[in-house]
């Protein structure tokens, strides 16, 4: 690999040491920081002495000196190479001011668990979908087509593509009878930064946010993290209680809920919430974030209307992201917004990212007008509903100790623990044999009321899916039986 000739070197004439020492100093230090690896190619002496503006003599000294030291090689026709022989370097570390400095503040947010990197560990991950069923062939054609142009020279609108918030609300219209223009839409770097700029446009300090509980961690603390306060509301088996809400002065500005399937219980709200909770935002003046993060897949049950389609006087703002339909790692999403907001977030996007990457909307814009969007959900529904089926086989046998909840809809299932089985040593006791498996108090800002797990089985492989709940399942028994020997020794008198 050659190098630059922009390599970061400055020869001072003034100096008291000779300009070959100078330079040789510099360039020992790239290769011993790691700037220079093992057999990166240098520059000709007669190049870098263009470069420099020195002599040519001054570059064959210094190199001189680097070859005698064993820093430098050369090869016969080729040039000069910054030695093989010489140890793998890493590049050194920034500097750190001690003590710590006053412009560093403590974070609110939490850590990130990224994916286990142990081999053969499962990990039952929520949020993750599969994407392997999609066409590598039509996958290729899309984006063949996608760069079959040069990219623009300037930004693009903060709002997003006109040919992709064109194709978005055509799908809308047909995927959750959502009625809009392209101009009532406005594309994201992913569903969170659509949140992000929601909170930002709305939120002041100590803002009251209704939220469910349990509910999505990550959506509780961007919202925090903007200010807000939280208050906590109660799930059951219809959604989130409406009827918890209070009105007045007191009522939250905002209300976050996730009405297709619950976040993490895999409730659906109800019809009647549905049209109560639009009644109370009109009634209060308050907006509902409507976050529709995987409605695309269901099973064995009728679509519910999106809030958004039932929204008549325009206090609901719609999430949407293309993570859970094919894949993260595009980190593309979409929000509708009442029209008093649209500029407000326009300017926070300008000043955020300015616009999503350019070359991946038109990617998605081909994906959803050529169909391969709807076709791509119609297969990942069956190929979804094939492993919710063996999860529900598997466990079918200890229903006396766990029931599944959310069979319905969605990418992952809560197994509702039985009273005296603790859901943090189940998940240990299935860690220990290579399960990673959340327990559902970890989506709870206060303590939790509920005994389960969360199994998001959407991005495992089937034979996955069925040795891990296989292995559950005996970790399940297993507890089972140390609980009636204890209980029976306990009785003994």
Known sequence: MRASLDLPITLDREHEQSL????????????????????????????LAAALTVSRNVIVAAYDELFAEGYLEGRRGSGTYVSQDLPSRPHSSRPSPSPSPRWVRPTTLPVSHPPS??????EFRLGTPTIAPLSTRVWHEIWRKALANLPPNMCGSPNGDPRLRTALAEYLGRARGI??????????????????????????????????????????????????KILPLPVDDDGVRVDQLPNGPGAPVLVHVTPSHQYPLTTRLSVARRLALLDWAQANDSLIIEDDYDSEFRFHAPP???LASLDTSGYVAYIGTFSKVLTPALRVGYMLVPPPLRESIER?????????????????????????????????????????????????PIAHL???????????VYLELRADLDSSRVAQKAKARG??????????????DRNGLLLGYGGLPLEDVVRGTQILREVLEQLEVKITSTSKKESIP
């Open 179 to 228: 009625v809009c223009q392209a101009n009532d839409l406005i594309v994201t770097s992913g569903a969170t930064q659509a949140l992000d700029l929601l909170a930002r446009a709305i939120l002041e300090p100590k803002d009251l946010v209704g939220f469910e509980e349990p509910g999505y961690p990550t959506a509780r603390h961007i919202l925090a993290a903007c200010g807000a």
């Open 435 to 448: 399960i990673l498996i959340s327990t559902i108090d970890t989506c709870y800002a206060g303590t939790s």
């Open 348 to 396: 926070l996007k300008r000043f955020s990212d300015y616009h999503t990457s350019w070359p991946t909307q038109q990617a998605l814009a081909i994906l959803l007008s050529g169909g391969h969007l709807d076709r791509h959900i119609r297969r990942m529904r069956l190929h979804y509903a094939q492993k919710r089926q063996v999860l529900k086989d598997i466990l079918a």
């Open 304 to 306: 519910l209307p999106a």
């Open 402 to 412: 766990a029931q599944l909840r959310g069979l319905d809809a969605g990418l992952h």
């Open 117 to 122: 990197s142990e081999p053969n560990m499962i």
């Open 20 to 47: 070959h020492v100078q330079l040789a100093q510099q360039v020992r230090k790239a290769i011993v920081d790691g700037l220079l690896s093992a057999g990166t190619q240098l520059p000709s002496t007669r190049a």
